[in-house]
């Protein structure tokens, strides 16, 4: 069980600048070869009007983490265990893994007080309602003392996302246009109904690069403007430097580091972050790119000891290959990392945060 010691315990975590709250959370699927633990343990906050960029490669357990706030694993998969706490200034205090399924409550989390924004928008939209009918329904659902302004609202969403003209945008369906509207479509309507929190699972990936920087330009403006937080889900680091304000690096269903976006970028503690960094042109200001090693192994053999030891060019035979996996300790004020070695490791160069 790996938790952040960083971060205040669960009894006194009531200051007003944390929004979320997951503590030891564990999610588990179902398989041929037994249950595997998609998530093993990970625990973060996310503050309010900030974001949170869970960071590493597909296969580690982003997804699951995000499905999990909105309370969308579906079986075989299913959280045994942690707590999701969101301290919502409109709705209070609520735990949203104890909610039952038909409660009231539940359905007002989602897409109300989080929503989610999924990586590809053609099948995250209904192929036969107008993007304007299914924008509206969000009002009616989440916001129904707006609901006779409905129509009126979706075209100042629309607007506001960059989707023009709105009025004729407003009675067109999902395949009559671009990917990069599409995205921009199920922007709005994530955002339509006011949430607290957006939950963004890779929102660029499906787009091409000029799309991808309109869209994430688009989304830090659309923060800024409505002040919520969001929780970026992302293997690309490009994407991070650009956006987040807090990262937690994932690696098979664990949390390996944790800290500001500047201890990230500046001073990575883990040889998986270090990795990631160092194969990203722009920001490995070292010279050479370097491939990490080999890939992410099935989550029916993880390694003993550190998962990451078989991919790490710091391991140490008989200490980072045995036993239970390194927890989170304190590297710096802030800033945690699960490796033995991480106060043994070599400097590394500068690297900077991306435009803002």
Excluded: W
């Excluded at 010691?5 to 588990?28: F, I, K, N, Q, Y």
């Excluded at 707590?83 to 039952?100: C, E, Q, W």
């Excluded at 038909?102 to 924004?117: C, K, Q, T, W």
């Excluded at 920001?283 to 790119?289: E, S, T």
């Amino acid at each position: 069980m790996s938790t952040i010691p960083l971060l205040p315990p669960m009894s006194v975590a009531t200051d007003g600048d944390v929004l979320l709250t997951v503590e030891d959370l564990h999610a588990r699927f179902l398989t041929d070869q037994g249950e595997v633990a998609a998530v093993d343990g990970i625990s973060f906050t996310i503050r309010r009007g900030k974001t949170l960029a869970l960071l590493g490669e597909s296969g580690c357990g982003k997804s699951v983490t995000g499905q999990a706030i909105l309370r969308l694993i579906e079986p075989p998969g299913r959280v045994v265990r942690g707590r999701i706490v969101l301290r919502s200034r409109h709705a209070g205090v609520i735990d949203i893994t104890g909610l039952d399924e038909d409660d009231a409550r539940l359905y007002e989390v989602r897409g109300g007080l989080v929503s989610m924004i999924f990586q590809e928008p053609l099948s995250a939209l209904s192929p036969v309602h107008t993007v304007g009918n299914q924008i509206s329904e969000v009002i009616r659902l989440h916001r129904p003392g707006a609901a006779g302004e409905a129509r009126r609202l979706s075209l100042d969403m629309l607007a506001k996302v960059g989707v023009v003209p709105p009025e004729r945008r407003f009675g067109q369906y999902p395949h009559e246009m671009s990917g990069g509207l599409r995205q921009r479509v199920g922007i709005a309507m994530a955002l339509v109904g006011d949430p607290e929190l957006l939950v963004a699972d890779e929102p660029t990936t499906a787009l091409d690069v000029t799309t991808q920087v309109q869209i994430l330009g688009l989304i830090r403006k659309l923060q800024r403007d409505m002040g919520c937080a969001v929780l970026l889900i992302t293997h690309d680091l490009g994407v991070v430097a650009q956006t987040a304000d807090d990262v937690a690096v994932m690696y098979l269903g664990r949390i390996v580091e944790h800290g500001s976006v500047r201890d990230i970028l500046q001073h990575p503690g883990h040889p998986y972050t270090r990795g990631l960094l160092g194969s990203l042109p722009g920001l490995n200001v070292q010279g050479r790119l370097a491939a990490i090693p080999g890939a992410v192994p099935s989550l029916t053999a993880i390694p003993a000891g550190c998962a990451f030891h078989p991919r790490c060019a710091y391991a140490q035979a008989g200490r980072c290959d045995a036993g239970s996996a390194p927890p989170l300790a304190p590297l710096a004020p802030g800033h945690a990392v699960a490796c033995v070695r991480a106060q043994e490791l070599p400097a590394t160069g500068a690297l900077t945060e991306g435009p803002r």
